[in-house]
């Protein structure tokens, strides 16, 4: 019985001179060379060789951070792309917009899949944030990498607030005016926050570009590293978070201990808990093929949703932006409702000191929840307290988020969704 | 001098190698990180003048308010009495709207009265009045860099 011929015409490839210059391993075949797959290719020695079932297993995890990853992959992808036409000027910006609609070939579903795709990353950082609470992954020894992730999420708000400005339509003119005026409330340094984002005292050219540098290099270039460094953590922390941690297994090598007459790998001098300490190798799978093969039917799903959404529905694009006037109600897109509805109780109480406190209380929750009880397991008797606490607050961050998006009509007044909007009482 | 000092302690060498070397690692970081910041405040502005011509007296109805857009300001005359009141909402920036009795914000709805007070919403101040004078071409100025009480008039 002989292979299938792709398989057959790809070995004979790989077995050639050049194919062997390129695969330092081919496909594997013995368990041996599936360990190697996974050490000696760039793309894969990230990944463990060998990885516990349960970290596989989607109910655990739902691939919540890696789906993140892949959006931001093609945000990346789909961003550069859109590089090659916009132009960051109050005057050209929104007629890029109008020809990637209408004139460049596939430039509507790019631009499509961008806005969708950092919908989606913003849902689904989000989604894994919750992920990472209810089941206590973020106790010792993974707290640093709890404090990434709360920098990540901040950076994708960040990366959508700076993206949805770069078209110049009324959307992206007052959602500036509003949010450089919201920094503006910072005690102390508010008014020169706002100097400094917007180039000078009004909405203009100086702050569109400001806001393109941010967006197209900067936060994009931070966020990279941070994603780099937050894969990193989850390998050296001892891989996903499961039940059967092995505790605090800190293993400190004192160098001047060693016995002087054995030959140490650097492996050996590895500080912390490592995937093999206290595990039972039953547990273990080779990642290749189950992890990788998993990975990549994960992104054809998140690539097939994101293209779904880009064929069927398109991107907003409001008119040109006026800055005399705003639109009526002026909203911003649904994960800044709350924020918005926040702050039109108080600019400072809404936009500043209710978000700032629940910034520091997220950064600081793994330095105060600190007992070590109920990691790896969904809703965890044991962290009665801390998961009601957050679920409270999340589910007052939907609450205003949901009477933002549906119960606010003309003026940000009051208005029962069921009821049909009123006709614009007040001209302009 | 030379017999008396034991390895561990610090020599004077040592001591100012130290010193010196984090003053200039600690001078550099500081001397960069001030030096980017500066950088990204502008030191020329291309915005438009807050001070502006609106117009001959005539131009406006007597008893009226007529908002000007350009500059987002309502300029409001009563007899010959005039004044200018800031467009632009105290809370976050928005354009107000006027209504029959006074100004709504549309952005998050704060209410104002004719004199520019607030009368309910999340706005934390009440819009401003700019002062108006007469230019020797006998046009109304108007110095959107100068705010007056509500009950300065410029009488023509």
């Not at chain 1, 992206?172 to 910072?186: L, P, R």
Request: proline letters at 7%; a positive charge.
């Amino acid at each position: 019985m002989s292979a299938p011929l792709p398989k057959r015409l790809w070995q004979k490839f790989e077995r050639s001179r050049v194919g062997r210059s390129i695969f330092r391993v081919g496909l594997p075949e013995s368990n041996l060379e599936r360990s190697q797959a996974m050490v000696s290719s760039f793309l894969l020695h990230m990944q463990p060789a060998k990885v516990n079932r349960h970290s596989l297993r989607a109910s655990y995890s739902f691939g919540l951070g890696l789906i993140s990853l892949y959006l931001f992959l093609i945000l990346v992808g789909t961003g550069v792309l859109l590089m090659f036409y916009y132009v960051p000027s109050t005057e050209r910006a929104y007629d890029t917009m109008k020809d990637l609609e209408f004139v460049v070939s596939a430039g509507l579903l790019m631009r499509n899949m961008h806005r969708w795709a950092a919908h989606l990353m913003v849902l689904f950082v989000l989604l894994h944030l919750c992920r990472v609470f209810y089941t206590g992954a973020y106790k010792r020894p993974r707290e640093f990498n709890w404090v990434l992730g709360v920098g990540l999420f901040l950076l994708t708000l960040a990366l959508s607030f700076t993206g949805y400005l770069l078209p110049w339509d009324q959307l992206a003119f007052w959602a500036i005016t509003v949010g450089t005026s919201i920094a503006s409330y910072a005690p102390y340094i508010g008014p020169k926050l706002r100097y400094l984002m917007l180039g000078g005292n009004v909405v203009g050219q100086e702050a569109l570009i400001r806001f393109y540098a941010l967006h197209v290099f900067v936060l994009p270039a931070v966020a990279g590293l941070m994603v780099a460094i937050h894969l990193w953590r989850v390998r050296k922390d001892g891989g996903l978070s499961h039940p059967n941690e092995p505790g605090d297994v800190v293993e400190q090598v004192d160098l001047g201990q060693l016995p002087t007459n054995k030959t140490y790998g650097l492996m050996e001098l590895a500080r912390g808990t490592t995937l093999q300490v206290g595990q039972n190798p039953d547990d273990e799978v080779f990642s290749w093929p189950h992890l990788v093969f998993r990975e990549l039917l994960l992104f054809l799903i998140v690539m097939a949703v994101v293209l779904f959404l880009a064929i069927f529905w398109n991107a907003p694009l409001e008119e040109f932006a006026n800055p005399i006037h705003p639109p009526n109600p002026a909203k911003a897109p649904w994960y800044f409702l709350g924020l918005q509805e926040l702050v039109s109780y108080s600019a400072f109480w809404g936009g500043v000191v209710v978000p700032g406190l629940l910034v520091t209380a997220l950064l600081l929750l793994p330095y105060i929840d600190r007992k070590r009880q109920g990691v790896g397991r969904w809703f965890a008797r044991e962290r009665r307290v801390a998961i009601t606490i957050f679920t409270v607050c999340l589910l007052a961050a939907i609450a205003f988020t949901v009477i933002g998006t549906y119960f606010r009509g003309p003026n940000w007044g009051w208005q029962e969704p069921w009821k049909r909007p009123p006709p614009a009482a007040e001209g302009h | 001098m030379n017999e008396a000092t034991p390895n561990k302690d610090l020599s004077r060498r040592g001591f100012l190698e130290i010193t010196f070397g984090w003053l200039a690692a600690t001078f550099a970081v500081a001397a960069s990180a001030i030096a980017s910041v500066r950088f990204l405040v502008p030191n020329v502005l291309y915005e438009p003048s807050l001070l502006f011509k609106a117009g001959k007296p005539d131009d406006f109805p007597e008893k009226s308010v007529t908002f000007m857009e350009d500059e987002r300001v309502f300029l409001v005359r009563q007899g010959n009495t005039f004044r200018c009141l800031s467009a632009v909402c105290t809370h976050l920036g928005c354009t107000v709207n006027r209504t029959e009795k006074g100004y709504h914000c549309p952005c998050h709805g704060s209410l104002f009265d004719d004199q520019g007070k607030v009368e309910s919403g999340p706005a934390p101040h009440p819009l401003p009045w700019f002062l108006v004078t007469l230019s020797k071409d006998n046009r109304l100025l108007v110095d959107k860099s100068q705010t007056v009480l509500a009950d300065k008039y410029l009488v023509v």
